[in-house]
């Protein structure tokens, strides 16, 4: 079965942190490059974090030097911790590959408010 399945959202207050856990199960992301991406009310998905299977990453300038992403290819999962929250970061967050199948997950929602 191929799904993904994203984790570890919540409410939290500027400042603090999240990790964030994706399960991807199936042979498709295997060896592929794996991105998280967020959506905020009212505005279009956006990418945030990019990791190839061998480890470089990318990551938006909004999250760059807070977040950080990293994989476990032997559990088929994709973190993404993010550190000094703020407002701006609020959103729905979603991992799939990089490019995106046209196949996405639930999310996990991130909410930050004081």
């Known amino acids: 079965q191929v799904q993904v399945v994203e984790s570890g959202g919540g409410l939290v207050q500027p400042g603090g942190s999240l990790r964030l856990s994706c399960a991807a199960s199936?042979?498709?992301?295997?060896?592929?490059?794996m991105a998280w991406y967020r959506q905020a009310p009212g505005k279009q998905r956006e990418l945030v974090a990019v990791?190839?299977?061998?480890?470089?990453?990318n990551y938006a300038d909004s999250v760059k030097g807070r977040f950080t992403i990293s994989r476990d290819n032997a559990k088929d999962t994709v973190y993404l911790q993010m550190n000094r929250l703020n407002s701006e970061d609020t959103a729905v967050y979603y991992c799939n590959a990089y490019p995106p199948y046209d196949l996405w997950g639930q999310g996990t929602q991130v909410t930050v408010s004081a």
């Open positions: 990791i190839n299977n061998g480890g470089s990453t």
């Open positions: 199936g042979s498709i992301y295997t060896f592929k490059p």
